[in-house]
């Protein structure tokens, strides 16, 4: 039996847990096993910049954390190595794209097991989805030159009209 001191320090972990996760946009639960310290190490510093929180937990810890937040479903792949990405950032997909090209790059020593976003629980396919989908910018960018591209358009309909009327300004009868 732990002591008293102990447990209410896991309950006190299990309760901040809990709340950041169920605080948080999204995040990736991955199989950290057969990594190298340098690799963790840029891992880290990469999601760290990204906005994005990274811990190593205990499988026990996180299913207690998880109980009640509507993400249960995630029980099934606590097993083994576990560490958890929380993004609350601005970037919903950052811990998804991070933690999939570093997948990708270690060939099968990393492997995202389960993720959520925004209360949905996602599994394997869905996050590797979400991580090739675009960042915040470069949506914004392929809306602007959606917008500059229309706008050009029109601009070049209304060149060649006027050129087809004489430049006449006034309406045709």
């Known amino acids: 039996m732990p002591s008293e001191k102990i447990l209410s320090e896991k309950q006190a972990y299990v309760a901040a847990l809990k709340d950041k996760i169920s605080n948080s946009v999204s995040g990736v639960i991955v199989d950290y096993k057969g990594i190298t310290v340098a690799d963790d190490t840029k ?10 929180e990274y811990a190593v937990v205990k499988n026990t810890m996180l299913k207690l954390a998880i109980d009640g937040t509507g993400l249960e479903e995630m029980e099934k792949v606590l097993e ?18 991070i933690l999939c090209k570093f ?24 996050v590797e989805a ?19 591209s229309t706008l050009s ?6 060149q060649a009209y006027a050129d087809k009327t004489g430049g006449s300004e006034e309406p045709a009868a």
């Open 103 to 126: 997948a990708e790059a270690s060939k099968d020593k990393f492997q995202v097991k389960v993720g959520y976003m925004e209360g949905k629980v996602m599994d394997k396919a869905e």
């Open 80 to 97: 083994g190595t576990t560490a958890i990405a929380i993004g609350s950032g601005e970037d919903a997909m950052a811990p998804a794209r």
């Open 153 to 158: 358009g029109l601009a070049v309909a209304m």
């Open 43 to 52: 891992l880290r510093r990469d999601l760290r910049e990204a906005g994005v």
């Open 130 to 148: 979400i991580a090739k989908l675009p960042g915040r910018e470069g949506m914004l960018s392929m809306f602007a030159g959606a917008l500059t």
